[in-house]
């Protein structure tokens, strides 16, 4: 049986770009209350609290970084998919849930933290990929190869390229249209994302490690060991240092 080693989870921002590896910004412990274990934890874009997901489970929390207060988001949520707008009002994740026949289906959901209410933003699907674009207005996930935009509001959703994953390859969606990507190659491709700007494209190839591209694939970086990383400007990438002997989890 695996052992928590530590009930604090460490966020670490990086600057890239112009190294070919990543160095650490800064790097702060979050205190979580006793009897946390925590995995995934996914900064806000203004650096004030964190959403992380507890360790084997679905529930989500919003902890406070400068004062360690928590709340519950929901108890149904993918830790590893969670997404924050950016101006830090709505957090978006996968929820999983099983028909009769025991089939996994996915849905993508959101929570406004203000209301604390949560939305079914896509219906759950046996095609739902995994990776999406938001903005302040709204979402876009692709769901067998097709973009779907949902709003938070009555305002429609901004469009945005979308990366995203598909059986283990890259996708890229934009204008609607998806392509695989997989910049280097056939791969097992894990936790993409696109910069604020549009440009770059933030990937993990398991085994080989975090990498950085250009829209269409090309001048691709590497920059370490940097896990679960998601930008939070157009130069910082924001990620976890974990590490998982097959009894120990820390990070």
Not at 164 to 173: K, P, Q, R, V
Not at 192 to 214: I, M, Q
Request: net charge negative; glycine share 10%.
């Amino acid at each position: 049986m695996k052992k928590l080693f530590s009930v604090t989870v460490a966020l670490a921002m990086a600057v890239l770009v112009k190294a070919q590896l990543v160095e650490p910004l800064s790097t702060q412990r979050v205190q979580l209350p006793e009897g946390i274990a925590s995995e995934h934890a996914t900064i806000s874009p203004d650096g004030s609290f964190a959403v992380i997901g507890e360790m084997g489970g679905g529930t989500l929390t919003r902890v406070d970084i400068a004062t360690g207060a928590t709340k519950t988001l929901t108890n149904n949520g993918l830790s590893s998919t969670v997404v924050i707008s950016p101006d830090g009002a709505n957090v978006v994740f996968n929820a999983v849930t099983f028909t009769d026949e025991h089939l996994r289906m996915n849905s993508l959901h959101s929570v406004n933290f203000a209301t604390g209410s949560e939305v079914e933003l896509v219906a759950p699907s046996r095609h739902l990929n995994a990776g999406v674009a938001i903005s302040r207005t709204g979402v876009i996930a692709v769901e067998n190869g097709r973009a779907r935009a949902r709003s938070f509001a009555s305002t429609a959703a901004q469009s945005l390229p979308v990366a995203s994953i598909n059986y283990g390859h890259l996708e890229i969606t934009i204008n609607g249209e998806t392509t695989t990507l997989d910049p280097q190659g056939r791969g097992s491709y894990i936790w993409p994302a696109v910069s604020p700007d549009g440009t770059k494209v933030v990937y993990c190839l398991c085994g080989e490690g975090t990498f950085v591209c250009n829209i269409d694939g090309s001048n691709v970086r590497p920059i370490g060991y940097l896990n679960a990383a998601k930008w939070l400007t157009n130069d910082l990438l924001v990620g976890m240092e974990d590490y998982d002997d097959g009894v120990n989890f820390t990070q």
